[in-house]
């Protein structure tokens, strides 16, 4: 059964903006940090930061295996990332903001995505020797299967074909500045919501902290879906405890009609 509130204030919003953390990743069964098993009891993301992926060819050649790892299991978007793609399609969510890096608000359907971490299918030259955290590429990007098919060639480290420098998950790693304009196209959409939907983050980490605290101070409703307590639960007009699939999927089918409900519950 969807949340009436929830369902009241979506059939309210012609602007909705989704903001989505590693929950709504986890319930497409893909381990975040904390997840016991799987690929980080492995590999240390630690061991990734953006001046140690930098100075170390054995780093990066780690890097790659954890990569292949990661996407050893084929992931699928879940009824979280489909709410939002139903919800742009009906004219009626400008775009997602996400923490996540698997880029299944895109394989959903949903075309306009703020990648603050950027993405992991993805991967770009950095450059021959960036320095404080900021990459210094000529512009190459490729897929990372096109990384992983060049380490199966016997390339443990390959190197952009372009300019011979260094290439690397177009992921923002530890110690690694966000890409530019990013934050300011998450704020952007903040900015002119009427409803911001914020789902599985713990709303903790800013920049992206700030980006319900925009939308509120613009005049939007919040709703927090989390399995946890936030520090911006306060600022919410509703907030849900669970799941964030079982509590956007039924409520976003409800207000747009079955005819879209398919995949949503
Ligand atoms: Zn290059």
């Known amino acids: 059964m969807s949340n009436a509130a929830l369902v009241d204030l979506l059939r309210e919003a012609t602007r909705v903006v989704g903001f989505t953390g590693a929950g709504v990743s986890t319930e497409s069964g893909i381990p975040d940090f904390r997840s016991p098993g799987g690929v980080w009891s492995r590999f240390d993301p630690l061991d990734f930061t953006f001046s140690r992926y930098v100075g170390s060819a054995e780093v990066r050649a780690r890097s790659w295996e954890m990569r292949r790892e990661f996407f050893a299991t084929p992931f699928e978007p879940n009824p979280a990332h489909h709410a939002f793609a139903a919800l742009e399609a ?129 005049g939007a409703r919040l709703v927090i879906v989390n399995d946890e307590e936030t520090p911006l639960d306060d600022l919410a007009t509703v907030v849900v405890r669970g799941n964030a699939g079982e509590t956007l999927g039924p409520a976003v089918a409800e207000v747009l009609g079955n005819g879209r409900a398919a995949r949503l519950g």
């Open 90 to 218: 009906a004219g009626r969510c400008r775009g997602v903001v996400t923490q996540n890096i698997d880029g299944l608000h895109q394989a959903a359907g949903s075309r306009e995505v703020v990648e603050l971490h950027g993405t992991a299918t993805e991967v770009m030259c950095i450059g021959h020797a960036p320095a404080m955290g900021t990459p210094d590429g000529c512009g190459f990007r490729q897929t990372n299967a096109w990384a992983l098919a060049q380490v199966d060639a016997g390339d443990p480290d390959p190197a952009c074909p372009l300019c011979g420098g260094l290439v690397k998950s177009a992921t923002v790693s530890f110690e690694q500045v966000l890409f530019p304009g990013v934050v300011e196209r998450a704020y952007g959409l903040a900015a002119t919501c009427d409803l911001m939907i914020a789902a599985g983050s713990s709303l903790q980490v800013y920049p992206a902290a700030g980006l319900p605290e925009v939308a509120v101070g613009h």
